[in-house]
């Protein structure tokens, strides 16, 4: 990793998708110390552009604008797992030697359509000849799993409130968080019902945003960086995209599965990583991350949280950036601002929310009810 | 066709083609056959473990009921 660029991530009337995306894009080849033409593909993530703002073919519309031609430039789609799924991607022609410098963007404009129609676009990205035939919302699909979680393992509503509350202290020290707004255990607790058992405070929240990644072969990094961040492990990996096709939908495979083979790619446990950013959409999604990621035994994830293990001065800190929970979440952005979380602390450049063990961390990116999981390893080079 | 409530919610917050339906409970079913289907539960509020009977389909939709 040689650079990163981020937009802000909130609500912006008077920005179009395109003028987030090259923000980001501009911001991160300047922190990179690349100039356009150095660039040899342009990968982007973006979950529903064509949906939310009516405009395809976003790759080179995006590189264009930012004087990349005559290159690769492609979009990626995985629902929240877009630009996850495009940095995994990117990583994988570069480790092949097909690419040496390559720019990963991940963008999404969501907030210039009403709720019920964000909702409807957001709900695509399940089975629409199934569960959202009948009905289903993204929070009634993590709610039907908070349900279950909770009849099988114990998991209370003081859990997930405890996720809202600890995101939104972490997000308030976050310069570029959408709602930095801290908030107590009883607002959380008694938040407007969405989709029970969730309330608003369980919710992630509708945003606008851009996040940019650059990447170069290890031994190139010195070229463009004085402080290079290695990715020691990434996987991506897929399941039924119908909840009601999964066995058991307490445990996210996907996840277990892209978690296994990035501790093996990187040559390290569970127990090695120091902390994390966790695709938090919902409340109850962070609490299973931590279990499926092997952070805590399938069942422990809701006390972890409530006893404030996952804090920013905890044992192992979770979403120190916020969260989707209160960073807020431009879709196809997410997996993107997340690897530049997790480079910001491992760089020390964090600021409040630097915690002080930072040199090995790991980024969780989710599609839909996990159908596609990527997890990505850095360390520091 | 029956079967048991393997989980549910009420959806409050309905996406643009049901905001009149709201507020309605969806739930996964698991049917005697083994296989499950999200449906949606007529008249009185349901909980994991329940037993449910199959109503009728209305525009595509599975509508079950607490048997």
């Known amino acids: 990793m040689i650079g990163i660029g981020k937009t802000a991530f909130g609500a912006f009337a008077d920005r179009d998708l395109r003028s987030l995306a090259v923000e980001a894009g501009e911001k991160c080849l300047a922190d990179g110390h690349v100039s356009p033409s150095q660039v040899e593909a342009f990968y982007l993530g973006n979950f529903a552009g064509p949906s939310f703002v009516g405009q395809n073919h976003l790759a080179p519309y995006i590189a264009g604008a930012m004087g990349i031609n005559g290159v690769a430039c492609t979009r990626f789609e995985a629902a929240c797992a877009s630009s996850g799924s495009a940095f995994f991607h990117a990583v994988s022609a570069v480790s092949a030697g097909l690419y040496d410098v390559v720019l990963i963007d991940g963008v999404e404009k969501m907030t210039s359509q009403t709720t019920p129609k964000v909702t409807e676009i957001l709900a695509s990205a399940g089975d629409t000849c199934g569960e959202v035939r009948a009905g289903a919302t993204f929070p009634a699909l993590f709610a039907m799993i908070a349900r279950r979680h909770m009849f099988q393992y114990g998991t209370t509503r003081q859990h997930l409130a405890a996720v809202a509350v600890k995101n939104h202290a972490n997000g308030a020290l976050n310069p570029q968080a959408h709602m930095r707004k801290v908030i107590t255990m009883e607002q959380a607790l008694n938040g407007k019902p969405i989709s029970d058992p969730l309330t608003v405070y369980d919710c992630s929240l509708i945003s606008d945003g851009a996040a940019a990644v650059l990447i170069a072969p290890l031994e190139r990094a010195s070229e463009f960086t004085d402080k290079p961040v290695k990715v020691l492990g990434i996987a991506q990996t897929s399941d039924h995209l119908a909840l009601d096709e999964k066995e058991d939908i307490t445990t996210l495979r996907a996840v277990v599965e892209a978690a296994k083979k990035a501790y093996k790619m990187a040559g390290v446990t569970a127990s090695d990583i120091q902390f994390a950013e966790v695709h938090d959409c919902f409340t109850i999604a962070e609490i299973l991350a931590t279990e499926d990621l092997g952070f805590v035994k399938k069942g422990e994830g809701g006390p972890y949280a409530l006893e404030g293990r996952t804090c920013l001065r905890g044992e192992r800190p979770v979403n120190t950036s916020g969260g989707l929970k209160s960073k807020g979440h431009p879709v196809g952005a997410t997996g993107t601002g997340q690897i530049c979380d997790v480079v910001t602390q491992i760089r020390g450049d964090a600021g409040e929310r630097q915690i002080a063990r930072h040199s090995l961390g790991l980024a969780q990116n989710l599609g839909g009810s996990g159908a596609t999981a990527v997890v990505t390893i850095l360390g520091a080079a | ?67």
């Open chain 2, 1 to 67: 066709m029956s079967g048991v409530v393997y989980t549910e919610t009420v959806v409050h917050a309905a996406p643009e083609q049901f905001v009149a339906d709201a507020p309605y409970q969806l739930a996964i079913i698991s049917l005697d056959d083994g296989k499950r289907l999200t449906a949606r539960i007529d008249g009185q509020r349901v909980a994991i473990g329940d037993p449910v009977e199959f109503v009728e389909d209305r525009s595509g939709i599975s509508f079950f009921r607490k048997a």
